[in-house]
């Protein structure tokens, strides 16, 4: 780099500007330091305005600013990866690059989330959106609960901010592990964009780790199911989530997809097959479900009113199966959720039906998602077999076998 005095753009004063001239592999841009001398007053050689008076020594104070500015500017492109061309520099230097703009979390936060919200319906669910939303809000707390303040540079965010704030949500939000888990991934990601973006030259979150606490995954089995299919009782509201829950086991849809099902997702085939053809709300995968008749026979009760399914409240209807639950002697932690883990263990699979075809039929993105159904049934086939065997050992203690040679 170095500067020069544009002659050519000498003004009625005769006084020019001092440009800076930045030169590599052929291609030359320049831009104005917004100051200005007699091109007679101008050191060509050394770059530096003539003369020892308190103006000059204040433009040459000036100049020895912008050169060492620039220097760190190219260093800082250089670290970040970005090459080191004059057009990068000179809009670096004019703060023009929004990678060495010095970033906030709150600002990179608030910046992808408006991204996320105009890509709803389309690559993501709304109700993904709202959980990215509250991560957002939970790290704006713990800045103000922390550090007194709203934001934050996303160059402070070091391993003491991320052990803090994991703590913070086991001790003061009260969260368990795997959830305090789900907000420091949504930070990571926010830390990736970063670096993506050139914000940050790396993300130190990489070096945090953090385990995830094996979930047991809740199903019915088979007499459980039927405990729930004879369940009798003259309330109302159990019986018809006792339906709303029957029809979660025997077509995988959930929650959030029966409360928005219509008549229009549904399809007969030539062969007079009744489907059902539904992108999932969360990841807008397309589920396609055979209609069950235990299915159909729900959809009959109900048809002609006002919604194709009348579908209580979440929390009144997880309310209303643990009665269920406790009064068909089910001991286990039975929620809407658990419907869609029993249409895919008990239901379908086993019964012999493909993963692939489970797969498709969940709305899975891979089977890798539906082989974790797989791996319940194996270990629940084991399990019972190991009880049978142990039952026949003892029997087989009472037997007077005789060797046959």
């Known amino acids: 780099m170095s500067f020069t005095v544009r002659k050519s753009k000498s003004r009625c004063s005769g006084i020019s500007p001092i440009q800076v001239l930045l030169t590599k592999n052929g291609v030359r841009v320049s831009f104005s ?3 200005a ?26 100049l020895n600013s912008v050169r060492a500015r620039l220097y760190q500017l190219e260093k800082d492109l250089s670290d970040r990866g970005i090459g080191v061309t004059p ?12 990678c060495l703009k010095d970033w906030t979390l709150m600002k990179v936060i608030d910046v992808h989330l408006e ?65 305090a888990t789900k907000h420091l991934k949504f930070l990571q990601k926010v830390m990736n964009i970063a670096v993506m973006n050139g914000y940050i030259p790396y993300s130190i979150l990489g070096m945090y780790k953090v385990s995830r606490e094996p979930v047991h995954m809740v199903y019915l089995n088979e007499d459980e199911l039927q405990r729930i299919i004879d369940f009798e009782s003259p309330l109302e509201h159990l019986m018809r989530t006792k339906d709303m829950f029957l029809f979660g086991c025997f077509t995988g849809l959930s929650y959030i997809d029966i409360k928005t ?3 229009e997702h549904f399809e007969t085939d030539n062969e007079g097959r009744r489907w059902i053809k539904k992108c999932r709300e969360k990841t807008g995968v397309l589920s396609r479900i055979p209609v069950l008749p235990i299915a159909q026979s729900i959809l009959n009760k109900y048809s002609g009113g006002k919604v194709l399914l009348p579908l209580q409240h979440s929390a009144d209807v997880n309310r209303n199966l643990k009665d269920i639950a406790v009064l068909c002697g089910i001991d286990k932690r039975v929620c809407f959720h658990t419907s869609r883990h029993t249409f895919a263990t008990t239901v379908t699979l086993a019964n012999d039906i493909p993963l692939e075809v ?7 993105t891979n089977t890798r998602m539906t082989s974790h159904y797989a791996k319940v049934i194996d270990s629940s086939i084991s399990r019972q077999m190991d009880s049978l065997i142990e039952r026949f050992e003892k029997a087989s203690c009472n037997l007077n076998i005789k060797k046959v040679i």
Request: charged residues 25%; contains cysteine.
């Open 33 to 35: 330091t917004g100051h």
């Open 37 to 62: 001398v007699k091109p007679s007053e101008w050191d060509s050689k050394n770059q530096r305005v003539k003369g020892k008076n308190n103006a000059y020594i204040e433009i040459n104070n000036f």
């Open 87 to 98: 057009q990068a520099l000179r809009d670096a230097y004019l703060g023009k690059l929004d």
């Open 115 to 179: 991204d996320l919200k105009g890509k709803i319906g389309q690559s993501i669910a709304a109700s993904t959106v709202w959980e990215y939303e509250l991560c957002g809000r939970l790290i704006g707390l713990f800045i103000k609960s922390r550090y007194g303040r709203e934001d934050m540079s996303i160059k402070e965010v070091n391993i003491d901010f991320i052990s803090g704030f994991h703590s913070w949500l086991l001790r003061e939000r009260k969260m368990k592990q795997n959830t």
């Open 261 to 263: 099902l219509t008549n």
């Open 358 to 364: 489970v797969s498709q039929m969940m709305g899975h």
